[in-house]
């Protein structure tokens, strides 16, 4: 079984910075992409940004410039750094990671359990 650990969620004030992980722990051959959702109130899951297994990076428009996923292939981690935050940003943030949990298995997908980032004004 692979398990995805999220931390790194809180309250800030506009302006502010946090930095959320997800990390990737149990039967795991090889990760492939991994990306960071957020559902805010009321509206429906989106993409926020995604990491390549070569380190490509590609985030949605209203994050670009503001926020950096970074991943580290050692320690199965993902991370984003979010500066400059937006009371828009206020969102429960999940972690997504395609990985192969065995040698010739196929790709699946996993989902992270969610943390909250509140941005106040």
């Known amino acids: 079984q692979v398990q995805l650990a999220e931390s790194g969620g809180g309250s800030v004030q506009a302006g502010g910075s946090l930095k959320l992980s997800c990390a990737a722990s149990?039967?795991?051959?090889?990760?492939?992409?991994m990306a960071w959702y957020r559902q805010r109130p009321g509206k429906e899951r989106e993409f926020v940004a995604v990491i390549s297994s070569r380190d490509s990076t590609h985030y949605r428009d209203s994050v670009e410039g503001r926020f950096t996923i970074s991943r580290d292939n050692g320690k199965n981690t993902m991370y984003l750094q979010m500066n400059s935050l937006k009371p828009e940003d206020t969102a429960v943030y999940y972690c997504?990671?395609?990985?192969?949990?065995?040698?010739?298995?196929?790709?699946?997908?996993?989902w992270g359990q969610g943390t909250q980032v509140t941005v106040s004004s």
């Open positions: 997504n990671v395609a990985l192969v949990d065995s040698r010739g298995g196929d790709m699946k997908n996993y």
């Open positions: 149990g039967s795991i051959f090889s990760i492939n992409a």
